[in-house]
């Protein structure tokens, strides 16, 4: 027996068998031994290094279009930062980010390509944050300088790092952690670097609340007062409230709800005169794995104004082809449903939308979008993602501009440590 050949079909399977079994412990090393390298000295004693590097080719086609070609983009951004160790209860990070067009057959908003459609990701190099921590106060965080702030569930601020360039705040942003459960947030905003690397000049004073009672649940509370003084439209004072939670019942079933409602109205520089409301109700369910939700967003609009989110991350929200990421005069009533399983490691997602003004008179579309996501390991990522705007050819389509069939695919992949 120990001198009978083993054949070559076992031993393939046997050679595939072991390839399989090693090739999660080498991506496991080789992520620990980067990240022993970036971290400086034992333990970070000297510091941090940080990157991202993502490519993203992104194809954008709209029907319709006699003059407009459809966009090719090919694009790789790269972030460098250092973060410094704690020092007397001092910090600071600085941070590096770049973006290179390899393949520029589309309109970045910045390049003068306007024979292409729109891929708003320009090239460019830019300082995207520098920023100055303490923490010698119990239970606060004081951080001024460039940073990026993500609030609550980023509808009226954060970052938008799906765009390659995020955006990134000139602020002064005070933590409190003191009472149990509760978060409150104080900043001032002096200006944005957006995600096409402009500067806007503007002023934000903002109060955030964060309180989570019971297993599952969180109540969220803000006020925004924004003079934008690039685009003074944008001006406005918002109030609102969120409750959301993911309560756990038996046999694996749990389930999903996020309530929120807001009130804009004119502000400062604003010239305009007008009170607006958004509204959002959002349902699900998840079991074995499988995660369905299903609910309405409304943005009101009176035909003049219209309820905006001008600083938030607003990409994740009314369908992926960005037709609605300016509220157009008549609102946006967004009826949705998502269906997302993962599946060996894999990530599927669907979601549909369908859109009309905010009273649900005037048909806009409906929005068909699908995700497939992979991550290896803790630093690797690549996702494959589509969505389809299926206009209606209605006349408050036809008035705000949203009566174009439009394709968008995106093919990315990441490192980020």
């Known amino acids: 027996m120990l001198g009978k050949k083993v054949s070559p079909k076992i031993m393939h399977k046997l050679w595939f068998f072991l390839c399989c079994m090693l090739m999660p412990m080498s991506v496991f090393a080789l992520e620990r031994a980067i990240e022993n390298a970036l971290n400086l000295g034992d333990a970070g004693k000297y510091g941090q290094i940080k990157f991202d590097l993502r490519y993203r080719y992104q194809n954008v086609h709209v029907d319709n279009s006699v003059s407009i070609k459809t966009a090719n983009a090919n694009t790789l951004r790269l972030r460098l930062g250092y973060l410094t160790p704690e020092l007397y209860h001092f910090q600071s990070y600085i941070e590096y980010e770049g973006n290179l067009a390899m393949q520029e057959d589309y309109n970045s908003t910045r390049n003068g390509n306007t024979g292409y459609e729109t891929v708003a990701d320009p090239e460019g190099q830019e300082l995207n944050q520098f920023w100055i921590s303490f923490t010698g106060i119990a239970d606060t965080l004081i951080k001024g300088g460039r940073q990026t702030i993500n609030l609550d569930n980023q509808r009226f601020v954060g970052a938008n790092d799906w765009q390659k360039m995020e955006q990134t705040f000139d602020s002064l942003l005070i933590s409190n952690y003191y009472i149990n459960n509760l978060t409150l947030n104080f900043a001032y905003i002096g200006g944005v670097l957006n995600t096409t690397s402009v500067y806007h000049n503007l002023q934000m004073p903002l109060l955030n609340f964060t309180y989570k009672f019971g297993k599952s649940s969180t109540l969220t509370g803000y006020a925004y007062w924004l003079a934008d003084y690039d685009q003074s439209t944008n001006s406005s004072q918002t109030y609102g409230v969120r409750l959301h939670g993911a309560p756990k019942l038996k046999n694996d079933i749990s389930l999903t709800y996020d309530v929120a409602y807001s009130n804009q109205s004119n502000y400062e520089n604003n010239p305009g005169n007008f009170q607006l409301d958004r509204y959002n109700i959002l349902l699900g369910i998840a079991y ?105 050819n209605s006349l408050v389509a036809q008035t705000v501009g949203v009566d174009k069939n439009t394709q968008k695919i995106w093919l990315q992949g990441s490192i980020s440590f």
């Open 288 to 392: 074995s794995g499988v995660t369905f939700k299903t609910g309405m967003e409304i943005l009101d609009g009176n035909g003049i104004y219209a309820f905006q989110t001008p600083l938030g991350s607003n990409h994740g929200y009314q369908g992926w082809a960005d037709q609605f990421l300016v509220t157009p005069a008549t609102g946006v009533r967004d009826i949705q449903a998502t269906i997302n399983k993962e599946f060996y490691g894999i990530d599927f997602l669907f979601a549909y939308h369908s859109f009309t003004d905010s009273y649900g008179h005037g048909y806009y579309g409906d929005e068909y979008d699908f995700l497939i996501s992979k991550n290896f390991g803790e630093h690797y990522q690549v996702l494959a993602k589509y969505a389809y705007y299926d206009a209606d």
